[in-house]
């Protein structure tokens, strides 16, 4: 089964950066596209940024600019890289991988245990 490993989250002050990092290991036949998501505390789930094999980054209207999501295909990696952080970014960030296992098999979402972002001065 694929597991994905997050880390690179913890406290900055505001204005600063922070560059996550999911792995995902086991065996996987391809990779659809990668995603980073995160829930505030109080709110839904959100999609952050988004990267499907053959096209190009997406993001919500509220990181754009600021955040930059690129992969490491050899590796299955992808990352997250945040500046300008505002108290607002204070979430939980979870790593989104959508890919198959088997070449006979369907698309399916594997999740990271997530890793804490804290803004604050």
């Known amino acids: 089964q694929v597991q994905l490993v997050e880390s690179g989250g913890g406290l900055v002050q505001p204005g600063g950066s922070l560059r996550l990092s999911c792995a995902a290991s086991g065996t996987i036949f391809s990779i659809n596209a990668m995603r980073w998501y995160r829930r505030a505390p109080g709110k839904q789930r959100e999609l952050v940024a988004a990267i499907a094999t053959g096209g190009t980054p997406d993001y919500a209207d509220s990181v754009k600019g600021r955040f930059t999501i690129s992969r490491d295909n050899a590796k299955n990696t992808v990352y997250l890289q945040m500046n300008s952080l505002k108290p607002e970014d204070t979430a939980v960030y979870y790593c989104?991988?959508?890919?198959?296992?088997?070449?006979?098999?369907?698309?399916?979402?594997?999740w990271g245990q997530g890793t804490q972002v804290t803004v604050s001065s």
């Open positions: 989104n991988v959508e890919g198959r296992v088997r070449l006979w098999s369907g698309a399916q979402d594997y």
